[in-house]
Protein backbone atom coordinates (compact mmCIF):
# COMPACT_ATOMS: atom_id res chain seq x y z
CA UNK A 1 0.00 0.00 0.00
CA UNK A 2 1.14 3.18 -0.88
CA UNK A 3 0.96 6.27 1.56
CA UNK A 4 0.48 9.65 1.61
CA UNK A 5 0.79 13.01 3.50
CA UNK A 6 -2.16 14.84 5.21
CA UNK A 7 -0.62 17.82 6.52
CA UNK A 8 2.23 16.18 8.72
CA UNK A 9 -0.06 13.35 9.04
CA UNK A 10 1.33 10.03 7.38
CA UNK A 11 -1.93 7.91 6.16
CA UNK A 12 -2.61 5.13 3.19
CA UNK A 13 -3.18 6.37 0.00
CA UNK A 14 -6.73 5.14 0.51
CA UNK A 15 -9.03 4.90 3.67
CA UNK A 16 -12.03 3.12 5.11
CA UNK A 17 -15.12 5.25 5.23
CA UNK A 18 -16.93 3.62 7.99
CA UNK A 19 -20.13 5.56 8.50
CA UNK A 20 -22.10 2.66 6.19
CA UNK A 21 -21.39 -0.07 8.64
CA UNK A 22 -23.51 1.34 11.12
CA UNK A 23 -25.48 4.61 9.53
CA UNK A 24 -27.01 5.86 6.53
CA UNK A 25 -27.82 3.38 4.31
CA UNK A 26 -30.75 1.56 5.75
CA UNK A 27 -29.38 -2.01 5.92
CA UNK A 28 -26.74 -2.74 8.75
CA UNK A 29 -24.64 -5.45 8.37
CA UNK A 30 -23.49 -7.89 11.41
CA UNK A 31 -21.65 -5.91 14.15
CA UNK A 32 -18.60 -9.04 14.55
CA UNK A 33 -18.72 -8.90 10.00
CA UNK A 34 -18.03 -5.16 10.61
CA UNK A 35 -15.50 -5.40 12.97
CA UNK A 36 -13.42 -8.44 11.02
CA UNK A 37 -14.05 -6.39 7.79
CA UNK A 38 -11.93 -3.12 9.56
CA UNK A 39 -9.54 -5.91 10.67
CA UNK A 40 -9.06 -7.28 7.27
CA UNK A 41 -8.49 -3.53 5.68
CA UNK A 42 -5.57 -2.97 8.02
CA UNK A 43 -4.32 -6.41 6.76
CA UNK A 44 -4.46 -5.36 3.47
CA UNK A 45 -2.44 -1.91 4.34
CA UNK A 46 -4.96 0.61 5.02
CA UNK A 47 -4.09 2.45 8.15
CA UNK A 48 -6.45 5.12 7.74
CA UNK A 49 -10.21 4.85 9.58
CA UNK A 50 -13.01 7.62 9.39
CA UNK A 51 -16.05 7.52 11.88
CA UNK A 52 -18.02 10.24 14.32
CA UNK A 53 -20.12 9.95 16.94
CA UNK A 54 -23.01 11.06 14.58
CA UNK A 55 -22.94 7.89 12.74
CA UNK A 56 -25.18 5.72 14.76
CA UNK A 57 -24.97 7.53 16.76
CA UNK A 58 -22.54 6.57 19.17
CA UNK A 59 -22.43 2.78 17.63
CA UNK A 60 -19.95 3.35 14.72
CA UNK A 61 -17.26 4.05 17.30
CA UNK A 62 -17.54 1.35 19.14
CA UNK A 63 -17.17 -1.04 16.14
CA UNK A 64 -13.84 1.28 15.04
CA UNK A 65 -12.71 1.07 18.68
CA UNK A 66 -13.39 -2.89 19.45
CA UNK A 67 -11.60 -3.73 15.96
CA UNK A 68 -8.39 -1.31 15.75
CA UNK A 69 -7.60 -1.63 19.37
CA UNK A 70 -5.32 -4.57 18.93
CA UNK A 71 -3.52 -2.63 16.54
CA UNK A 72 -4.10 1.07 18.10
CA UNK A 73 -0.62 2.22 17.26
CA UNK A 74 -0.25 0.97 13.60
CA UNK A 75 -3.74 2.80 12.37
CA UNK A 76 -4.87 6.60 12.44
CA UNK A 77 -8.51 6.71 13.40
CA UNK A 78 -10.03 10.41 12.62
CA UNK A 79 -13.81 10.88 13.93
CA UNK A 80 -15.76 14.12 14.37
CA UNK A 81 -17.65 16.36 16.85
CA UNK A 82 -20.01 19.01 15.96
CA UNK A 83 -24.09 17.97 16.20
CA UNK A 84 -25.80 17.61 19.26
CA UNK A 85 -28.54 14.46 19.80
CA UNK A 86 -31.93 14.14 21.72
CA UNK A 87 -32.02 11.11 24.10
CA UNK A 88 -33.14 8.65 21.90
CA UNK A 89 -30.28 9.45 19.20
CA UNK A 90 -31.94 11.76 17.17
CA UNK A 91 -29.83 14.89 15.77
CA UNK A 92 -31.14 18.06 16.53
CA UNK A 93 -28.63 20.70 15.05
CA UNK A 94 -24.60 21.60 15.31
CA UNK A 95 -22.96 22.38 18.47
CA UNK A 96 -20.04 23.23 18.30
CA UNK A 97 -19.69 24.90 21.72
CA UNK A 98 -15.81 24.40 23.70
CA UNK A 99 -17.89 22.29 26.27
CA UNK A 100 -19.80 20.19 24.22
CA UNK A 101 -16.22 19.76 21.89
CA UNK A 102 -14.85 19.05 25.27
CA UNK A 103 -17.87 16.24 25.92
CA UNK A 104 -17.58 14.63 22.62
CA UNK A 105 -13.79 13.99 22.68
CA UNK A 106 -13.77 12.64 25.77
CA UNK A 107 -16.37 10.04 24.97
CA UNK A 108 -15.42 9.48 21.82
CA UNK A 109 -12.41 8.79 23.59
CA UNK A 110 -13.95 6.20 25.40
CA UNK A 111 -16.01 3.90 22.49
CA UNK A 112 -12.90 4.27 20.26
CA UNK A 113 -11.06 2.76 23.24
CA UNK A 114 -7.45 4.94 22.98
CA UNK A 115 -6.03 7.71 24.77
CA UNK A 116 -5.84 10.01 22.16
CA UNK A 117 -7.95 10.88 18.26
CA UNK A 118 -5.28 11.39 15.68
CA UNK A 119 -7.59 13.48 13.47
CA UNK A 120 -10.48 15.76 15.22
CA UNK A 121 -12.65 17.19 12.41
CA UNK A 122 -15.57 20.25 13.38
CA UNK A 123 -18.34 17.82 11.07
CA UNK A 124 -20.51 20.93 10.24
CA UNK A 125 -19.22 24.23 10.81
CA UNK A 126 -21.44 25.75 13.77
CA UNK A 127 -23.11 29.38 12.49
CA UNK A 128 -23.60 29.93 16.28
CA UNK A 129 -20.01 29.82 17.51
CA UNK A 130 -17.33 31.31 16.10
CA UNK A 131 -14.95 29.38 13.95
CA UNK A 132 -12.03 31.00 16.57
CA UNK A 133 -13.28 29.59 19.54
CA UNK A 134 -13.59 25.97 17.76
CA UNK A 135 -9.55 25.90 16.40
CA UNK A 136 -8.77 27.17 20.05
CA UNK A 137 -10.50 24.47 21.91
CA UNK A 138 -8.81 21.88 19.83
CA UNK A 139 -5.51 23.33 20.09
CA UNK A 140 -6.23 23.12 23.94
CA UNK A 141 -7.09 19.65 23.32
CA UNK A 142 -4.02 18.95 20.99
CA UNK A 143 -1.69 20.31 24.04
CA UNK A 144 -3.38 17.95 26.74
CA UNK A 145 -2.35 14.98 23.76
CA UNK A 146 -5.91 13.73 23.28
CA UNK A 147 -6.16 14.81 20.32
CA UNK A 148 -3.13 15.02 17.48
CA UNK A 149 -4.73 16.52 14.39
CA UNK A 150 -7.68 19.50 13.77
CA UNK A 151 -9.60 19.04 10.44
CA UNK A 152 -12.92 20.48 9.44
CA UNK A 153 -15.56 19.41 6.85
CA UNK A 154 -17.50 20.83 4.32
CA UNK A 155 -16.32 24.00 5.41
CA UNK A 156 -15.92 27.41 2.88
CA UNK A 157 -12.32 28.78 2.45
CA UNK A 158 -12.87 31.84 4.58
CA UNK A 159 -13.76 29.70 7.43
CA UNK A 160 -11.00 27.31 6.87
CA UNK A 161 -8.46 29.99 6.79
CA UNK A 162 -9.92 31.72 9.81
CA UNK A 163 -9.49 28.72 11.81
CA UNK A 164 -6.20 27.69 10.56
CA UNK A 165 -4.85 30.92 11.92
CA UNK A 166 -5.52 29.55 15.43
CA UNK A 167 -4.77 25.73 14.48
CA UNK A 168 -3.69 24.65 11.43
CA UNK A 169 -6.22 22.42 10.27
CA UNK A 170 -4.29 19.07 8.94
CA UNK A 171 -7.18 18.14 6.74
CA UNK A 172 -10.65 18.95 5.24
CA UNK A 173 -13.18 16.69 4.24
CA UNK A 174 -15.67 16.94 1.95
CA UNK A 175 -17.21 15.08 -1.01
CA UNK A 176 -15.36 15.21 -4.47
CA UNK A 177 -16.03 12.87 -7.13
CA UNK A 178 -16.33 12.71 -11.05
CA UNK A 179 -19.93 13.65 -10.31
CA UNK A 180 -19.01 16.36 -7.82
CA UNK A 181 -16.66 18.61 -9.11
CA UNK A 182 -17.12 21.94 -7.34
CA UNK A 183 -13.53 21.83 -5.12
CA UNK A 184 -11.64 22.38 -8.09
CA UNK A 185 -13.30 26.01 -8.28
CA UNK A 186 -11.90 27.52 -4.77
CA UNK A 187 -10.99 25.02 -2.21
CA UNK A 188 -8.50 23.07 -4.10
CA UNK A 189 -5.76 25.88 -4.61
CA UNK A 190 -6.50 27.03 -1.08
CA UNK A 191 -5.61 23.71 0.35
CA UNK A 192 -2.73 23.68 -1.83
CA UNK A 193 -1.88 27.20 -0.62
CA UNK A 194 -2.21 26.28 3.28
CA UNK A 195 -0.54 23.03 2.63
CA UNK A 196 -3.97 21.17 4.26
CA UNK A 197 -4.42 17.44 2.79
CA UNK A 198 -8.13 16.89 1.25
CA UNK A 199 -10.18 13.73 2.13
CA UNK A 200 -13.02 12.90 -0.24
CA UNK A 201 -16.05 11.55 1.29
CA UNK A 202 -18.24 9.61 -1.45
CA UNK A 203 -15.41 9.45 -3.50
CA UNK A 204 -18.00 6.77 -5.84
CA UNK A 205 -20.65 9.11 -5.35
CA UNK A 206 -22.52 6.79 -2.79
CA UNK A 207 -22.20 3.51 -4.90
CA UNK A 208 -23.84 5.20 -7.85
CA UNK A 209 -20.07 5.53 -9.84
CA UNK A 210 -19.67 1.56 -9.31
CA UNK A 211 -21.98 0.39 -11.75
CA UNK A 212 -23.70 -1.48 -9.44
CA UNK A 213 -26.58 1.05 -9.35
CA UNK A 214 -28.87 2.05 -12.15
CA UNK A 215 -32.51 2.88 -12.37
CA UNK A 216 -34.32 0.00 -11.52
CA UNK A 217 -32.54 -0.12 -8.18
CA UNK A 218 -34.83 -0.04 -5.05
CA UNK A 219 -33.62 1.16 -1.86
CA UNK A 220 -34.74 0.19 1.57
CA UNK A 221 -37.00 3.19 2.54
CA UNK A 222 -34.57 3.95 5.54
CA UNK A 223 -32.14 4.43 3.07
CA UNK A 224 -30.56 8.03 3.13
CA UNK A 225 -30.27 7.99 -0.85
CA UNK A 226 -34.06 8.18 -0.87
CA UNK A 227 -33.87 11.75 -0.22
CA UNK A 228 -31.27 13.13 -2.67
CA UNK A 229 -32.12 14.64 -6.35
CA UNK A 230 -29.56 12.95 -7.58
CA UNK A 231 -30.66 9.59 -6.95
CA UNK A 232 -34.31 9.70 -8.44
CA UNK A 233 -35.00 7.34 -11.24
CA UNK A 234 -34.91 9.73 -13.81
CA UNK A 235 -31.64 10.99 -12.82
CA UNK A 236 -30.20 7.99 -12.08
CA UNK A 237 -31.06 7.14 -15.96
CA UNK A 238 -29.67 10.01 -16.99
CA UNK A 239 -26.33 9.65 -15.18
CA UNK A 240 -25.74 5.87 -16.53
CA UNK A 241 -23.68 7.54 -19.16
CA UNK A 242 -21.55 8.72 -17.00
CA UNK A 243 -20.64 5.48 -15.98
CA UNK A 244 -20.69 3.74 -19.27
CA UNK A 245 -18.20 6.00 -20.04
CA UNK A 246 -15.80 5.31 -16.68
CA UNK A 247 -16.39 1.81 -17.53
CA UNK A 248 -14.75 1.93 -21.18
CA UNK A 249 -12.04 3.56 -20.08
CA UNK A 250 -11.70 0.76 -17.33
CA UNK A 251 -11.95 -1.91 -20.16
CA UNK A 252 -8.66 -0.92 -21.57
CA UNK A 253 -7.19 -1.31 -18.58
CA UNK A 254 -9.25 -4.58 -17.03
CA UNK A 255 -10.14 -2.09 -14.16
CA UNK A 256 -13.78 -2.02 -12.80
CA UNK A 257 -15.49 1.61 -12.86
CA UNK A 258 -15.09 1.86 -9.00
CA UNK A 259 -11.09 1.92 -9.46
CA UNK A 260 -11.18 4.23 -12.46
CA UNK A 261 -13.23 6.67 -10.18
CA UNK A 262 -11.04 6.41 -7.19
CA UNK A 263 -7.93 6.41 -9.65
CA UNK A 264 -8.88 9.64 -11.03
CA UNK A 265 -8.73 11.33 -7.77
CA UNK A 266 -5.73 9.41 -6.39
CA UNK A 267 -4.31 11.50 -9.70
CA UNK A 268 -5.53 14.83 -9.17
CA UNK A 269 -3.11 15.76 -6.02
CA UNK A 270 -0.74 14.08 -4.22
CA UNK A 271 -2.40 15.65 -0.88
CA UNK A 272 -5.96 13.62 -1.76
CA UNK A 273 -6.72 10.41 0.33
CA UNK A 274 -10.02 9.14 -0.75
CA UNK A 275 -12.64 7.65 1.90
CA UNK A 276 -14.76 4.76 0.12
CA UNK A 277 -16.92 2.93 2.35
CA UNK A 278 -17.72 -0.94 2.20
CA UNK A 279 -19.57 -3.34 4.28
CA UNK A 280 -17.85 -5.86 1.85
CA UNK A 281 -14.70 -7.89 1.72
CA UNK A 282 -14.81 -7.72 -1.97
CA UNK A 283 -15.49 -4.22 -2.20
CA UNK A 284 -12.48 -3.79 0.09
CA UNK A 285 -10.32 -5.55 -2.45
CA UNK A 286 -11.55 -3.70 -5.69
CA UNK A 287 -10.94 -0.29 -3.83
CA UNK A 288 -7.62 -0.94 -2.58
CA UNK A 289 -7.22 -2.16 -6.28
CA UNK A 290 -7.27 1.35 -7.33
CA UNK A 291 -4.20 2.02 -5.80
CA UNK A 292 -1.80 0.81 -8.31
CA UNK A 293 -3.68 1.57 -11.29
CA UNK A 294 -2.20 4.02 -13.20
CA UNK A 295 -4.18 6.55 -15.82
CA UNK A 296 -2.62 7.49 -18.72
CA UNK A 297 -2.37 11.15 -20.24
CA UNK A 298 -5.36 10.55 -22.24
CA UNK A 299 -7.71 8.71 -20.04
CA UNK A 300 -7.25 11.60 -17.43
CA UNK A 301 -8.04 13.95 -20.07
CA UNK A 302 -11.24 11.83 -21.37
CA UNK A 303 -12.35 11.33 -17.66
CA UNK A 304 -12.20 15.55 -17.41
CA UNK A 305 -13.98 16.25 -20.19
CA UNK A 306 -16.78 13.93 -18.97
CA UNK A 307 -18.48 15.93 -17.07
CA UNK A 308 -18.65 18.49 -19.69
CA UNK A 309 -20.14 16.33 -22.42
CA UNK A 310 -22.02 13.59 -20.58
CA UNK A 311 -23.38 15.82 -17.78
CA UNK A 312 -24.05 15.29 -14.19
CA UNK A 313 -27.95 15.44 -13.93
CA UNK A 314 -29.96 16.45 -10.35
CA UNK A 315 -28.34 18.22 -7.18
CA UNK A 316 -26.17 16.41 -4.50
CA UNK A 317 -28.45 17.48 -1.83
CA UNK A 318 -31.96 19.21 -1.45
CA UNK A 319 -31.61 22.89 -0.90
CA UNK A 320 -31.74 22.46 3.03
CA UNK A 321 -29.00 20.22 3.27
CA UNK A 322 -26.91 22.11 1.03
CA UNK A 323 -27.08 25.06 2.82
CA UNK A 324 -25.14 23.96 5.97
CA UNK A 325 -22.22 23.21 3.97
CA UNK A 326 -19.88 26.50 3.44
CA UNK A 327 -19.26 25.47 -0.17
Known sequence: ??????????????????????????????????????????????????????????????????????VRDKVVIATKFGFKFTPDGKQTGEDSRP?????????????????????????????????????GTVKELIGEGKVRHFGMSEAGVKTIRRAHAVQPVTALQSEYSLWWR?????????????????????????????????????????????????FTAENRKANQALVDAIASIGKRHRATPAQVALAWLLAQKPYIVPIPGTTKSSRLDENIGAVSLELTADDLRQLDA?????GVHGDRYPDYMEAKTGL
Open 1 to 70: MQHRTLGTLNVSALGLGCMGMSHGYGRFPDRREMIALARTAVDRGITFFDTAEAYGPYTNEEIVGEALAP
Open 99 to 135: AHIREVAEASLKRLRTDRIDLFYQHRVDPAVPIEDVA
Open 182 to 230: RPEVELLPALEEMKIGFVPFSPLGRGFLTGAIDEKTSFVSTDFRNNLPR
Open 306 to 310: LTETV
